[in-house]
Nanobody, 120 residues
Framework: QVQVVESGGGLVQAGGSLRLSCAASGNIFSINAMGWYRQAPGKQRELVAVFTIASTTNYADSVKGRFTISRDNAKNTVYLQMNSLKPEDTAVYYC??????????????WGQGTQVTVSS
């Protein structure tokens, strides 16, 4: 069984920084993609940043230049460094992984979500 677990998040003033972490664990054969989505109240879940199997990164236009995704392959962990935070970044942030298990099933896995609140 595979799971992804986030940590980090919290309350920060506008202009501040936060760092999120997400670790995948379990019967992992390979990770096709891993990254972050977010969902603000009353809005749909949206991509924030993600690594793909081709080692490319995709960022939402709204976070380019402010957020940086990085990873530690040995630990199956991705990080999201969020700088110059704005009130509109307030949302629940979800870790996402498209992971192939040792049983050779590829599925999408989601973390439980972590709240990020940016005060003005």
């Amino acid at each position: 069984q595979v799971q992804v677990v986030e940590s980090g998040g919290g309350l920060v003033q506008a202009g501040g920084s936060l760092r999120l972490s997400c670790a995948a664990s379990g019967n992992i054969f390979s990770i096709n993609a891993m990254g972050w989505y977010r969902q603000a109240p009353g809005k749909q879940r949206e991509l924030v940043a993600v690594f793909t199997i081709a080692s490319t990164t995709n960022y939402a236009d709204s976070v380019k230049g402010r957020f940086t995704i990085s990873r530690d392959n040995a630990k199956n962990t991705v990080y999201l460094q969020m700088n110059s935070l704005k009130p509109e970044d307030t949302a629940v942030y979800y870790c996402y992984g498209r992971i192939r298990s040792t049983m050779m099933f590829t599925e999408d896995y989601w973390g439980q979500g972590t709240q990020v609140t940016v005060s003005s």
